[in-house]
């Protein structure tokens, strides 16, 4: 007559074994008890100091004529430039992306509040 076996998973993990079922429990194999290794914490890394953002230029260009009416203009010139202008509509402007070195236009909402804060700041010198 054959043995009869018994899977023992008293052990966590894949240390399950198999044993004769006459096989006293103290017989079994023991665990070693592993010094689990907890690395520690990392330490927070220190953010870069961002670099200061340099003042935004900008390029107002006529819609009708395609004339350049400012170009890297500041924004106290560019408000002057638009206080010249009859509508809001009569211009396009443009910002420079200074990543891209590209000018992008603005959109209508951008463009909205620089024609609402023309009247708010002087003239330029």
Same mark, same amino acid.
């Given at each position: &007559? $054959?043995k009869?076996?018994i899977?023992d998973? !008293?052990?966590?993990g +894949? !240390?399950?074994?198999?044993?004769?079922?006459?096989?006293?429990p103290?017989?079994?194999?023991?665990?070693?008890p592993?010094k689990?290794y *907890? %690395?520690?914490? %990392?330490?927070p890394?220190r953010?870069?100091?961002?670099?200061?953002?340099? %003042?935004?230029?900008f390029? /107002? *260009? =006529? #819609?009708?004529?395609?004339? +350049?009416l400012a170009?890297?203009?500041?924004m106290r010139?560019?408000?002057? *430039?638009?206080r $010249? /202008?009859?509508?809001?509509?009569? #211009?396009h /402007?443009?910002v420079?992306?200074? /990543? +891209?070195q590209?000018?992008?236009?603005l959109? &209508?909402d951008?463009?909205?509040?620089l024609? =609402?804060?023309r009247?708010?700041?002087?003239? %330029?010198?």
């Open positions: &007559m $054959g009869t076996w899977l998973t !008293g052990t966590k +894949t !240390g399950a074994s198999i044993r004769p079922l006459e096989q006293p103290e017989a079994r194999p023991k665990a070693s592993a689990l *907890v %690395p520690p914490a %990392p330490r890394k953010a870069p100091e961002a670099a200061p953002r340099p %003042p935004r230029q390029k /107002v *260009v =006529d #819609v009708l004529t395609q004339e +350049t170009e890297n203009a500041d010139r560019t408000l002057g *430039v638009l $010249g /202008v009859r509508s809001s509509l009569d #211009v /402007v443009h420079l992306d200074h /990543v +891209t590209t000018w992008r236009l959109s &209508m951008e463009q909205r509040a024609w =609402d804060a009247e708010r700041v002087d003239a %330029p010198a």
